[in-house]
């Protein structure tokens, strides 16, 4: 015999169960998962319980590797993973929401919960995350170039709306209330580092979720720790956490915490085990004796703790976003490997094992075998031809073609990443030389009649060149988008080039191209073509090489050494942006699944310099570049 209960309760930002059948003997069961504010410990189905949390972002791992990884972070010890929700991955274009392959969120928590692991998730609509625009959809700023991003906007609200309903509704039947793994769900992200201070707005965006929501998880926000970041980001009927890495004192970063969050748990939502690091600096690392001092002083006192990165993955494609602001332009890498316990490929590290050591002196370890590293393919070199020029007026990846008097922005341009091409003609040279003034975001390379004069850098704070006399009198500036500002009061941030002038005159009457690179299959079939190595002095250029991947293909990682600046493709999959001159990233990592048995294609699109060697290789060893040791105090 089966009776029927239905068990609830009300607290502050609690969830709790749903209706369940048990057996006649009355055993209490029911899923749920709640704050014990006398107790000061969450209650997972009735008992309780602490996490200790692994983050793992499904968008930087090809989906063939979900389960490895996440089965990877239980034998560690943890109990759950936190991942953001990617608003730009799942809705590209107003309306158009993707739910399929790499962005399949379902059944990502799926497989989470098939490996033991529940889930805190973060859907935003910000997630910063060092993705371009924080995880915004760039065509927020097309359609409302005055948008108030992350505010009570009335724009803003009417798109969050919309996107965090969609959200909801997928995830809905995995909230732990009905049965699944979504203990926590996150409203924003690290808003008290945001300006803009909008209480009205996180109120408001609050009971977006508590619709959907209720009481089936636990509403939560996560700042930085002090009272000043929690002052903003604190929202009445959430659960109040902080972040902060090994640098950070402990219990006074649970101090500030308890300022607004007086009794429960003891939260740490971002504990950094490693770091970001962007182009031009050394590789980000943290001591791995700083991660478990830190760890165990937090477990000690019954706190609970999400690793920020455990996994960190690649910024495929054209995903990685910069840091800056007030004239800084800090662009990221496309590795995130964030010197995390498991590396880009999934491998596990020593700090990896330490860390699985001090969880086990806390809480009990699975039964799992352990992981070791895996097989690395070496494909050895490939020899590259070129065999198209981008700027050529037949190229397949000219999508976009408008005119104007001034340049447009990419944004206006419906160009969400890659490159514009903007061109107009010069007038007669008043002085020798001129000089050529463009703001320009990010990076553009100036030609003149069709030759390479120089280089404007949003990074170098370079807006100015010298054109000597005769200079020509055709202007193309080809700008590149290095990745939308993730973090600060200036996300806002469109691309493209303004305030065009010469020697102070303005110049007008443009002609704009913009580039996508989503097909690359034109280029397969084309024949080789003469261009000389060295400096690319008319324009980047797509090369192209093949090679052969003699059995099940391995993990491997192309060395793009020797070459300039580009954007590699592996059977048309784009690995990221490579920039070996300026590093510390020489590598790109190349999973497995983006391989095949037989013969593989291998394309660049080199901007600046092409290798003497023409050659680029597959090796069987990363190189993030020269390691240095920091620790900073946010994500």
Not at 128 to 135: K, N, T
Not at 343 to 362: L, M, N, Q, S
Request: hydrophobic content about 35%; charged content about 20%; proline content about 6%.
């Amino acid at each position: 015999m089966w009776s029927l209960i239905l068990v609830t309760t009300l607290a502050l930002g609690s969830a709790v169960s749903k209706t369940v059948n048990l057996p006649s003997n009355n055993t209490e069961w029911r899923y749920g998962f709640e704050v014990d504010y006398e107790n000061n410990q969450f209650l997972l189905d009735g008992k309780p319980f602490r996490y200790v949390s692994g983050s793992f972002h499904y968008f930087r791992a090809p989906r063939q590797y979900w389960r490895d990884r996440l089965r990877k972070m239980r034998a560690a010890g943890l109990n759950a993973v936190s991942t953001y929700v990617e608003w730009s991955l799942h809705e590209p274009e107003p309306g158009q929401f993707n739910w399929a392959g790499d962005a399949d969120l379902v059944n990502f928590l799926n497989i989470a919960q098939e490996e033991d692991l529940l889930v805190l998730l973060r859907p935003g609509p910000y997630i910063c995350a060092e993705r371009d625009l924080g995880g915004l959809p760039y065509w927020l700023l097309r359609e409302v170039p005055d948008i108030k991003l992350r505010t009570k906007d009335v724009d803003f609200m009417k798109y969050a709306t919309s996107y965090l309903n969609q959200v909801l509704e997928k995830v809905k039947p995995l909230l732990r209330g009905n049965g699944g793994p979504i203990i926590m769900v996150q409203v924003e992200n690290e808003y008290g580092s945001y300006n803009a201070c909008d209480t009205e707005y996180m109120d408001l965006l609050k009971e977006v979720f508590v619709r959907k929501i209720s009481n089936k998880a636990l509403l939560y926000t996560t700042d930085g720790a002090s009272v000043s970041y929690l002052r903003c980001g604190f929202v009445p009927g959430a659960y109040a956490t902080v972040d902060f890495g090994t640098s950070s004192n402990v219990s006074a970063s649970f101090l500030s915490m308890r300022l607004y969050q007086p009794r429960g748990p003891l939260v740490n939502s971002e504990f950094y085990p490693g770091w970001l690091t962007h182009w031009g600096e050394a590789f980000q690392r943290v001591k791995t004796g700083a991660v478990t001092k830190t760890l165990r002083e937090m477990l000690d006192i019954g706190a609970s703790v999400n690793f920020y990165m455990f996994y960190g993955g690649t910024n495929f494609g054209f995903t990685s976003g910069a840091n800056g602001g007030a004239g800084v332009y800090n662009p990221q890498l496309t590795s995130y490997d964030y010197d995390a316990p498991l590396t880009e490929a999934g491998d596990p590290t020593d700090k990896y094992f330490a860390i699985r050591d001090v969880i086990g002196d806390y809480l009990s370890l699975p039964n799992m075998s352990l992981p070791t590293v895996s097989p690395k393919g070496n494909y050895g070199p490939v020899l590259l031809e070129p065999v198209q020029k981008l700027l050529d007026s037949r190229s397949p990846f000219a999508a976009i073609r408008a005119t104007g008097d001034l340049p447009e922005t990419f944004e206006a341009l419906s160009v969400n990443q890659g490159f514009v091409l903007y061109e107009t003609n010069l007038p007669p040279p008043t002085s020798d030389p001129v000089i050529l003034r463009a703001m320009t975001k990010d990076r553009g390379l100036v030609y003149v009649d069709s030759q390479l004069c120089g280089t404007l850098s949003r990074i170098d704070k370079i807006f100015t060149i010298p054109l000597e006399s005769p200079y020509g009198r055709h202007l193309g500036l080809l700008v590149e988008n290095q990745g939308r500002l993730n973090f600060g009061n200036e996300i806002r941030d469109f691309k493209g080039i303004s305030n065009v002038t010469v020697n102070d005159v303005p110049l007008i009457g443009w002609n704009m191209t913009g580039y996508t690179f989503s097909d690359v299959s034109s280029l397969r079939n084309l024949t080789a073509m003469p261009i000389e190595s060295g400096t690319l002095s008319s324009g980047p250029v797509f090369l192209r090489g093949r090679f052969t991947v003699p059995e099940q293909p391995l993990d491997t990682f192309l060395d793009t050494t020797g070459w300039g600046k580009g954007v590699a493709f592996v059977n048309g999959h784009n690995l990221g942006r490579y920039w070996p001159l300026v590093g510390p990233q020489i590598t790109l990592y190349v999973p497995a699944p983006y391989l095949r048995t037989g013969e593989n294609e291998l394309i660049i699109l080199e901007l600046e310099y092409v290798s003497q060697t023409r050659k680029m290789k597959f090796q069987t060893v990363p190189n993030l570049g020269t390691m240095s040791v920091t620790q900073s105090l946010g994500n």
